[in-house]
């Protein structure tokens, strides 16, 4: 009598950022053990879908301005010619929105050596904001920085000229 063990299945929770690849490996104590899984995503998730192999790897959106989960359950079966099916296993994978940059009172004319007053926010909670700055020649002030407010002395000298200056928000 041939006696098959039972084949496990293992894998670790991921976080991802919406748009990215899951890189999930599955793995077993017992060799040439196969797996498949279905998928559960949480409203606003796309992407997440049933599959078979040693590896998770979808792309996946989240569509809504906070996280979002994917639970895949996980079969593994066995090597034939018993092909034993062992027990489920959930992993998670966290997909966390792309943030946003609102810029409130984003085209503002100032006269020279008064400080703009840019507040920065964005419709997911946590994220910062750090920005680069170009301008003109003839004004000066202008820096990179970050935080939720832009807000610097610009001096203009040219006597005749308005000048711009351009800042270009990048949020995480």
């Known amino acids: 009598v041939t006696v098959d063990p039972i084949p496990d299945a293992m894998a670790l929770p991921q976080s991802i950022c919406s748009g990215a690849t899951t890189n999930v490996p599955v793995t077993s104590n017992v060799a040439g053990t196969t797996f498949t899984w279905t998928a559960n995503p949480s409203a606003g998730i796309t992407g997440a879908l049933g599959g078979s192999g040693?590896?998770?790897?979808?792309?996946?959106?989240?569509?809504?301005?906070?996280?979002?989960?994917v639970t895949y359950t996980i079969t593994p079966t066995g090597p034939a010619p018993s092909n034993c099916t062992g027990t489920?296993?959930?992993?998670?994978?966290?997909?966390?929105?792309?943030?946003?940059?609102?810029?409130?009172?984003?085209?503002?004319?100032?006269c020279s050596t008064e400080s703009t007053s840019i507040l920065?926010?964005?419709?997911?909670?946590?994220?910062?904001?750090?920005?680069?700055?170009s301008s003109a020649v003839s004004i000066t002030g202008a820096n990179g920085g970050s935080g939720n407010t832009i807000s610097e002395a610009l001096t203009n000298s040219s006597?005749?000229?308005?000048?711009?200056?351009?800042?270009?928000?990048?949020?995480?």
């Open 88 to 110: 489920t296993v959930d992993v998670i994978v966290t997909v966390n929105p792309l943030p946003d940059a609102i810029a409130t009172q984003s085209n503002q004319t100032i």
């Open 120 to 133: 920065l926010s964005s419709g997911v909670a946590g994220t910062t904001f750090t920005w680069t700055a």
């Open 54 to 69: 040693s590896a998770i790897a979808q792309t996946l959106t989240n569509t809504t301005t906070t996280p979002g989960t």
């Open 159 to 172: 006597n005749t000229l308005a000048g711009n200056v351009t800042y270009t928000i990048t949020p995480t």
